[in-house]
């Protein structure tokens, strides 16, 4: 399975994005199914790779149907190291309350897919995931 210039160089953008200041460090925690209703979209299906915005990314709902790129850093507490190597993209649809135990509160099925579930909260770098990147 070759890899062509374009996906390479989509990589190479999000590698180079992703360690410019417009990256932020916060922390990830999840919730499970049902994942609707939604704060953005009722009962729409938004599918599995979703996520709820904190206070910190909320934005009076200005964060709705923003994609991020979430990257597992570490634990955080003293838990066995809980990242795995790849990073999800989700979707903000939701809202997580004050008190939120995350910046964001990714799905499980996202969570899932950088971290082991057990680890409950993890530490991740995010950023804004832009769809002009895909042309
Ligand atoms: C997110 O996580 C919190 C726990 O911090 C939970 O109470 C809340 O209902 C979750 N859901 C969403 C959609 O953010
Ligand atoms: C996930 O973490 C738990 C608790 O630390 C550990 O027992 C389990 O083996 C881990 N699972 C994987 C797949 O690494």
Redesign the pocket.
């Known amino acids: 399975m070759g890899i062509n210039a374009p996906v390479l160089l989509t990589f190479v953008t999000i590698i180079c994005f992703a360690s410019t200041s417009y990256t932020f460090q916060g922390t990830a925690s999840f919730y499970k199914p049902p994942y609707v209703p939604s704060a953005c979209n009722g009962y729409r299906d938004d599918g599995i790779f979703i996520a709820g915005a904190s206070d910190a990314l909320w934005n009076n709902g200005a964060a709705c149907g923003k994609d991020y790129l979430v990257h597992c850093t570490g634990a955080t507490n003293q838990?066995?190291q809980?990242c795995k190597s790849k990073a999800v993209r989700v979707r903000i649809v939701d809202y997580c309350p004050k008190g939120c135990s995350g910046t964001i509160n990714l799905s499980e099925d996202a969570f899932s897919m950088i971290a082991?579930l057990?680890?409950g909260v993890i530490k991740v770098d995010y950023a804004e995931y832009y769809k002009k990147w895909e042309n």
């Open positions: 838990a066995p809980p082991n057990s680890a």
